[in-house]
C-alpha cells in the first residue's frame, strides 16, 4: 500500500518561498517518475512538476525558474522548493507518480500567498 504525506505548505506574502515535502511510504522505491500537482479553488488540478523515468525534471511554465523538484531516494522524499512566489501559486499541493495515479492522491498541503 502507497502513503504520500505533503507537508510545507503555509501562508507567504508575495515574492516569499516555501519549500514542500512529500514522505512516500510503501511500493514506491525511487523518486522518479514523481512529481507535485496543484489544485486552486474551482480549477482543475494542474501539474506543477515532475521528476522523469530517467531523472530529467520539467515544470509547468507557470512556475519555470521559480520552483525546482528535487528527491532523496534513499529517504523516499520529493521536495518543492518555491520562490517568488505569487498569488495565483494559491492551491492544494499534492504529490503523485508522474502519471499521477488516483488511489495515490492524498491530503495535499495548502499553500497561501498574500498580495
Known amino acids: 500500500q502507497v502513503q504520500l504525506v505533503e507537508s510545507g505548505g503555509g501562508l507567504v506574502q508575495a515574492g516569499g518561498s516555501l519549500r514542500l515535502s512529500c514522505a512516500a511510504s510503501?511500493?514506491?522505491?525511487?523518486?522518479?517518475?514523481m512529481g507535485w500537482y496543484r489544485q486552486a479553488p474551482g480549477k482543475q488540478r494542474e501539474m506543477v512538476a515532475v521528476?522523469?523515468?530517467?531523472?530529467?525534471?520539467n515544470y509547468a511554465d507557470s512556475v519555470k525558474g521559480r520552483f525546482t523538484i528535487s528527491g532523496d531516494n534513499v529517504k523516499k522524499m520529493v521536495y518543492l522548493q518555491m520562490n517568488s512566489l505569487k498569488p495565483e501559486d494559491t492551491a492544494v499541493y499534492y504529490c503523485?507518480?508522474?502519471?499521477?495515479?488516483?488511489?495515490?492522491w492524498g491530503q495535499g498541503t495548502q499553500v497561501t500567498v498574500s498580495s
Open positions: 503523485n507518480k508522474a502519471p499521477p495515479l488516483y488511489s495515490y
Open positions: 510503501g511500493s514506491i522505491v525511487s523518486i522518479n517518475a
Open positions: 521528476i522523469t523515468t530517467d531523472y530529467r525534471r
